[in-house]
């Protein structure tokens, strides 16, 4: 039943464009450059802070590996440089053209069970052979195997070959980071095996329309990350991780060559990321679920005429033909709530692509005139 609210709407739309040249451009990193570690007390202004920043390091770097994915030599593509100069660009495209490719990744199981990107591991998934090998800060190495993987979120794991039963050292995981807090980076940047980098988290809930779908959230930071870092863990200040190192922002050089970190890496949340692995642990291909609309953040006006907050709620601005929203949800529906929890227009997408298609979901729904009420809705699979 819908409480009487008065409710005028009108549609009003948010975007973050990234453009692919002549302005920033997106580009997923496979190496970083880090910067050296600090060695006295960083202070916060909020009370906490790296009271002993070599001590988090030598606690989680046992625990960060570098990813080797190396094709056969019958299927390389001819002249792909293995090693590139810091600046210089491939003359062939790289990833899945290259035989040799090489990240960053982190133990989150002591059985040996790593995550990093899948676009690192991308070549020999592509070419359906190859080896992996993961490569620990104590100069051990071990052959590795892809365990299971989802394009989209750009997160693969994989499974140490560990015949002899071995424990090894593994990660925690942290709880989602604050707007200015301390930001680690370890990672392989352009072979430069576990060099370490530290900043502040810049921004959380990133959303970057041109290089991920629009329900995987980033957390943005300042932290020096380039080509090499991709798959490597952000710490926070206890050496917990709240983030998949993935990919930075760059300007266009008209030479042609990678100007590198300027402050603006984006490592996949942590506690997204989390949901995906448990998923993914299955051994299961992840299938997404799908409502069926399109929505925009409120306006000024909007939020002030129907007495909400402004930042919180989406409005429906199309609702897809034959899909689970149609004939539940209308244009101009405000909705509020999902399954008790508010919702805005940067977690919406997130909140929806965390559960299983199937699962049925209750929309606490603002309609004009007929005020608030429930929906409730069976979520579908997303099409391919």
């Known amino acids: 039943m ?5 409710s005028y709407v009108v549609i009003a739309s948010l975007l973050f464009a ?7 451009t997106a580009t997923t990193a496979l190496g970083t450059v880090g910067s050296a570690a600090a060695t006295k007390v960083i202070e916060h202004q ?3 802070g790296i009271q002993s920043p070599h001590t988090i390091i030598e606690k989680v770097m046992p625990a ?12 390389r593509k001819p002249d792909a440089p293995r090693f590139v100069k810091p600046g210089e660009r491939p003359k062939s495209p790289q990833d899945e053209e290259q035989g040799f490719a090489s990240g960053t990744g982190f133990v989150i199981d002591e059985d040996g069970t790593i995550v990093t990107n899948w676009h690192v591991i991308r070549n020999i ?6 080896t992996l090998r993961v490569l620990f800060s104590n100069d051990s190495i071990y052959e590795a195997k892809v365990f299971n993987y989802d394009k989209t979120s750009d997160i693969a794991v994989l499974k140490i070959v560990n015949t002899e039963k071995k424990t090894f050292p593994f990660v925690k995981w942290g709880r989602k980071p604050l707007l200015g807090g301390h930001a680690i980076v370890i990672g392989s940047p352009i072979s430069l095996d576990f060099s370490v980098s530290f900043g502040i988290v810049s921004a959380i809930d990133r959303i970057i329309p041109k290089a991920a779908p629009p329900f995987v959230p980033f957390i943005q930071t300042d932290a020096a990350m380039n080509r090499g870092n991709s798959g490597g863990p952000l710490f926070n200040a206890d050496g917990e991780v709240v983030g998949i190192n993935t990919l930075i922002l760059t300007p266009p050089n008209p030479s042609g060559a990678e100007v590198g970190s300027i402050g603006l890496g984006f490592a996949i949340d942590g506690q997204y990321a989390q949901m995906i692995i448990k998923r993914l642990e299955s051994g299961k291909k992840i299938s997404w679920s799908y409502v069926g609309l399109h929505y925009r953040l409120l306006n000024m006006e909007e939020t002030k005429d129907n007495g909400l907050e402004f930042g919180r709620n ?11 929203a149609f004939g539940k949800l209308f ?3 405000i909705i509020m709530k999902m399954n008790g929890d508010v919702v805005t227009h940067k977690t919406f997408a997130t909140m929806i692509a965390s559960l299983e298609p199937g699962t049925k979901v209750k929309l606490d729904v603002l309609r004009g005139k007929q005020g608030i009420g429930d929906v409730e809705i069976t979520l579908g699979v997303r099409p391919e």
């Open 64 to 75: 960060v590996v570098t990813v080797i994915a190396e094709l056969p030599i019958s299927k």
């Open 125 to 130: 998934i592509d070419k359906k052979d190859g």
């Open 18 to 24: 990234i453009s692919g040249c002549g302005a920033i």
């Open 2 to 6: 819908f409480k009487k609210v008065f």
């Open 314 to 324: 989406v409005i429906v601005a199309e609702v897809v033909k034959d899909t689970p």
């Open 331 to 333: 244009k101009n529906d």
């Open 46 to 48: 909020a009370g906490y």
